[in-house]
């Protein structure tokens, strides 16, 4: 009983802590391996292979989500209207889900998530150390320039306004 006690306030302290504003998490794109991150490829819904190299020139926001994730799920619906409304403009956001397939393909049909999704797991995982995430946690969105240098490393959910005034300069 005291272990169950002990993992449920592990549990929503971490919710806590990566729910706080996106303004207090905003992290040092430094940290990122851009060589690492565009030289990856990954599986996407239909189990294909697909290389991130192929965004590459354009604005690429790349979200680490998993569906089992309230603040990722929370921002989604905002990742949706701003690829529609931004696309045009040569914003590409891509998801990488460190989940089930099944679950993740159960979910994109649901909300109509309508940019590419890519699966991978432990892959995924280390991609996203990689790509700055010390810390492991969900969800992780690093922003791209068109040069394909890392410009911001957001930890935790993010709302449309607080992605915008970021990505206002580089559209």
């Known amino acids: ?4 006690a002990i993992g449920f306030g592990a549990t929503m302290a971490g919710q806590q802590y990566w729910a706080k504003p996106v303004d207090a998490l905003v992290g040092a794109p430094e940290a990122v391996r ?8 990954l599986p996407d819904l239909n189990n294909r292979s697909q290389a991130l190299e192929q965004w590459r020139g354009k604005i690429v926001v790349a979200n680490f989500w998993a569906t089992w994730c309230p603040p990722c799920r929370k921002e989604i619906p905002d990742f949706i209207r701003m690829q529609d409304r931004l696309g045009g403009q040569g914003l590409q956001f ?27 797991n432990d892959q ?25 240098n890392a410009v911001a490393t957001l930890t935790g959910s993010v709302n449309e306004a607080q992605l915008a005034s970021l990505l206002k300069p580089l559209l």
Do not use: C, E
């Not at 009983?1 to 169950?4: G, I, Q, S, Y």
């Not at 851009?34 to 490829?41: D, E, G, I």
């Not at 991609?127 to 394909?148: I, K, W």
């Open 1 to 4: 009983m005291l272990a169950v």
């Open 34 to 41: 851009p060589s690492a991150f565009w030289a990856t490829q």
């Open 94 to 120: 891509i998801g990488i889900a460190l989940d089930d397939a099944d679950k993740v393909g159960a979910y994109v049909q649901q909300v109509g998530m309508n940019y590419p999704i890519l699966l991978g």
């Open 124 to 148: 995924a995982a280390a991609l996203s150390h990689s790509a700055g995430n010390q810390r492991g946690g969900l969800p992780y969105t690093v922003l791209f320039d068109r040069q394909g």
